[in-house]
Structures are given as C-alpha cells and as structure tokens.
C-alpha cells in the first residue's frame, strides 16, 4: 500500500509515453524504448525533465515525450520530433536539394564509377539503394549492370517521381520503388549489395548513417557489400585571412570609423558555428592533413555514433595565421571482385569540387605559428541526445613552439554545434 507521501509524490508525477528510442550518455541520463510510459517527477528544465522507468530515475530529453490521451499516442504539435522527420523528408520532396546532388558531378559521377567498374560482378545481384532521391544510383544500376532487381527505397514524396522516371528509363523491370523509411519498409528478400549517398556536412551530420546501419544489419546477407565500404573524416590547420577579414577584421576601420567594440559580436555570430560551404584552398593548409575518424560500415554500431573522437598531430610547414581546422571525408567503394580496384570520393581541396565543399571552425582569436611549430590534440564529434541529427564538434588542441621558438606555446579548446 502507497505512503502518504508516495500518494502526494505520485500525485505530482506525470505521466508521459516516449515518442522515439533514446539512448542516455552519462550516468544520469536514462535510456528508454519508443511507447515506454515514464512518470515524470521534475521538469528542471524546457529540455531535459527528471523521470523514472522500471523504478530507474534520470534524466530523459523532454522532446522525446508526449502525454497520450485514452490510451493512444497523441500527436502533441508543441513536442517536436527529435529527428525533425517532417521538416527533413519535406525538404528532400522538392527537387532543390536532389538537383543539387544530381549537378554535383564529382559526387555522381563516382557512383557511376562504381557501377560501371563493377558491372560484371552485378549480375544477378540484389541491391538496395538506400535514399534513393530521384533513383540515379538505380537508374547507373538498371543502365549499366544485369542486377536481378534494385529495390530503390525513398521516404519523401520524391518516391512518387522516382517511379515515373525509372518507368521512364525503360528501368521498371529491375528497379523497385519502395516510398517509407528504410527503418519501416519490408523488403521480400536480403539483398547482396545495400548502397546509399548517405553523407551529409562534417561527413556525418543529418545522420542518415544511422539508418544505413539498421538497413544493413536487417537487409544485407551475411556477406554482403556495402557501398560506401569505409569512411574517413580529415583535418587540416588552416589560415582563413579572406573570412577573418570579412567576419572580424572588417569592423577595425569601416569607412575610417573604429567600430572594434562590435568584434565580440562579430565573433559570437559568425564564429561560434562551423563554416558549413568553405572552400579551402591548398595553400592555405598549415600542415599535411590527418585522418582523424575512421568509418568501418562493415563493423560500425549505431551506439558508436553517440560520440567520436579522433586525435591529430600536425607539424606546420609554413610560418602563417592559424585561424582554425577545416575539415573534409572521403568514402571508398571495395569491388565486389576480392583484389578489384577501389572507388574513392574525395571530397578534400585536392580533388574535384563537390557540393558539400569543406566545413571551416574557426578559433575565436587567430595565432600566429611558425614553421616547425606543432599543433596537436583531440577532435569530438558528440552526437546531440535531443536533436538526432545534429552534433557537437569539440576541438582540443595544443601549440608547442619549435626548437627556435620554443615559447609560442599555447592551448585552446572549442566547442561547435552542428547546428543545435
Ligand atoms: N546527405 C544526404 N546524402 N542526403 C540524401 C538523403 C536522401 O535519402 C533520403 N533518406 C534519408 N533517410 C532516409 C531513410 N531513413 N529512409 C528512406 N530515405 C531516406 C532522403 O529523403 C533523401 O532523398
């Protein structure tokens, strides 16, 4: 029988149904199961709220709940969902994004690639082309291999398109458009390649991988292919001076005024997140790039994407300004014949331009290096426990000055929200 006091506590919980997994980072956040009924205790904040599951207590993302109403989950349009579905399929269901994808040649063309190099080896293979948008991938499959059938899997209402233009192609005896998420569609069959344009900005954000992975460990034999095979994500200290003069230096003397005391300003908006469409250019590179993440996506686990971390040490090459890390990635296609030649998309300053461009942090003041000067340290990409397709970009780095100029010795740390 309920205590006085376990009635009274009782009677200032509430409780709510859980919209979408989630799993807690730390000690004190709680993981829990879409349709789980938590009883919310305290709600110290707009964002996380103090509840319990199963007589556990912690912390849980208030985004992530919504109180039902006789029963059935209601749709409370004040909760937002945590993977911004609506917002995300809405704005891949019009043909801004997919033109461009599609006018990005380097990207596309490697698929291609890909394809084309593995033509023979297709045949009578199944495939599944994850995020299809408007099925080119699909299409190179039907136009240039023999595969038994391609099932071309879209959640926006681009699907509907899809299959007008793989009926269009003369492509509708192998290509199958399935319209759904890749978590929820069921296929007839496993298949024996899964390929997907899953990369977003900083290689992961969006986290469309997560969906790769959960399509991989439920569709592709044992044995099979995936496409991308591997992933890397690359760093670099850079100089910025064009940006640095346009964001900051700009304020110093604008029409002969001093308009200084603008600088913090000027380094809270444009500084504190990532220069998403930078152009670096190889000469602005202090030092040889570092590979700094590895993506196996034969072995990687959704849980690994919760955080990240990879380390570096440059040696810088050049006396210069070093105004921040640019970083880019690179994603390999193993053949599908053992000891076949391997795709890459290099989407770094020394290959061919493409649509994501580079992603620029800048520090919040510039140093100057000198040549044999080194800058090492850590990069964390954490990924957001509300918002599940944004992260954290946390840099940790350490200046140690070279032998003739050993007193340019300096360290900084930054944190980066891409985007929330
Ligand atoms: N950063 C990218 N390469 N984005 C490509 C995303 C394409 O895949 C589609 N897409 C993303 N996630 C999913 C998913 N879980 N299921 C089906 N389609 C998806 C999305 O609608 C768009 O057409």
């Excluded at 080119?136 to 391609?150: G, K, N, T």
Aim: charged content about 20%.
């Amino acid at each position: 029988m309920q205590t006085e006091k376990e009635d009274e506590d009782d009677a200032s919980c509430e409780e709510y149904v859980a919209r979408s997994d989630f799993t807690g980072s730390g000690t004190d956040q709680l993981s829990f199961s879409r349709g789980d009924r938590l009883l919310v205790h305290a709600k110290p904040s707009s964002e996380w709220w103090w509840a319990e599951l199963q007589g556990v207590i912690g912390y849980v993302p208030a985004g992530y709940l919504s109180q039902d109403a006789a029963g059935e989950e209601e749709e409370d349009p004040s909760i937002e969902d945590p993977w911004q579905d609506e917002e995300y399929f809405g704005n891949y269901g019009t043909l801004r994004l997919h033109l461009e994808m599609l006018s990005d040649k380097s990207r596309t063309e490697a698929y291609r690639q890909v394809i084309l190099s593995n033509s023979a080896s297709l045949s009578s293979k199944r495939v599944m082309d994850l995020g299809c948008g408007t099925g080119i991938i699909s299409l190179f499959c039907a136009q240039l291999a023999r595969p038994s059938m391609v099932y071309a899997v879209e959640a926006s209402s681009m699907a509907e398109y899809t299959r007008q233009l793989v009926k269009q192609n003369g492509c509708d005896e192998v290509v199958t458009v399935l319209q759904g998420r890749a978590e929820d569609i069921e296929l007839p069959e496993q298949v024996d390649v899964l390929v997907s344009e899953w990369m977003g900005n900083c290689l992961l954000f969006e986290f469309m991988v997560e969906s790769v992975l959960l399509a991989r460990d439920r569709w592709l034999r044992d044995g099979g292919t995936m496409w991308p095979s591997s992933a890397a994500l690359t760093l670099v200290p850079c100089q910025a001076d064009s940006y640095y003069a346009e964001k900051m230096a700009f304020w110093e003397r604008p029409y002969g005024l001093d308009f200084t005391p603008l600088q913090p300003l000027a380094q809270q908006e444009f500084f504190t997140k990532p220069k998403f469409s930078h152009i670096i250019d190889p000469c602005d590179c202090l030092a040889a790039p570092c590979d700094v993440i590895s993506l196996d996506m034969y072995t990687l686990q959704v849980g690994d994407l919760e955080e990240m971390k990879g380390q570096f040490h440059f040696c810088v090459e050049k006396s210069a300004v070093f105004h921040g890390f640019t970083a880019w990635f690179t994603v390999c296609f193993e053949s599908l014949e053992a000891g076949g030649a391997i795709v890459e998309l290099n989407t770094g300053p020394n290959s061919g331009p493409t649509h994501w461009k580079q992603t620029l942090f800048m520090l919040d003041w510039p140093v100057s290096v000198c040549a044999g000067d080194s800058i090492s340290g850590t990069i964390v990409l954490q990924r957001n426990p509300v918002w599940r397709r944004h992260m954290t970009v946390t840099l940790h780095w350490t200046i140690k000055g070279s032998t003739d100029n050993p007193d340019n010795s300096q360290a900084g740390t930054k944190s980066f929200p891409m985007w929330r």
